[in-house]
């Protein structure tokens, strides 16, 4: 009975690794961040190495990303990061999502919340796991962005309105 069991689970496996996720990377550079807002090289460097993989097109994928199920929650999880910040389509948003989503770099940043500890867990993207330094110098970044978009233009433009 117990062999049944072993074997059924392992063809269940194997059927799985027939459905693989769909990997996509849109080209689309025109909408950027980095075509509106300047960056210095180091902190370019810090959002690719700990940021792109979920948040833009530009996403690398690891060779766990082939074994299902951990491709389907690996999709899903990075479909949500997009949702909420994509560095590839950022400039497409009212300007006051872009000062909003500025704000929140520097609030997760800090509170050491981005990235997101299972994505360094146990070793594994451990070039993104962040330094104070890393954090101080991209946090800064987002704020000078900021304070940029401020006295650019008006302040009731950079809030977002609430829907009543």
């Given amino acids: 009975m117990k062999i049944r069991i072993i074997y059924t689970i ?4 194997l059927v799985l690794q027939f459905f693989q ?3 996509q990377n849109p080209e689309n550079s025109s909408t950027n961040i980095f075509t509106k807002y300047e960056t210095q090289a180091d902190i370019k460097d810090i959002l690719e190495k700990a940021c792109f993989d979920c948040h833009s097109n530009e996403t690398t994928y690891p060779w766990y990303s082939y074994v299902q199920p951990l491709g389907w929650w690996l999709q899903h999880h990075m479909e949500e990061g997009k949702e ?5 389509d950022f400039t497409s948003r009212r300007i006051a999502s872009q ?27 451990k070039e993104a796991k962040l330094t104070d330094e890393e954090r ?3 946090t800064s970044w987002a ?7 401020a006295n650019s233009y008006p302040a009731d433009s950079l809030v977002i309105k609430r829907k009543k």
């Fill in 10 to 13: 392992i063809i269940i496996f």
């Fill in 21 to 23: 996720i769909e990997k």
């Fill in 84 to 88: 909420h910040l994509n560095f590839s």
């Fill in 99 to 125: 000062n909003h989503k500025f704000e929140e770099i520097i609030e997760m940043v800090k509170s050491k919340e981005m990235p997101i500890p299972s994505y360094t867990w146990m070793g594994m993207h």
């Fill in 136 to 138: 101080s110098k991209l």
């Fill in 143 to 149: 704020q000078m962005q900021m304070d940029l978009l």
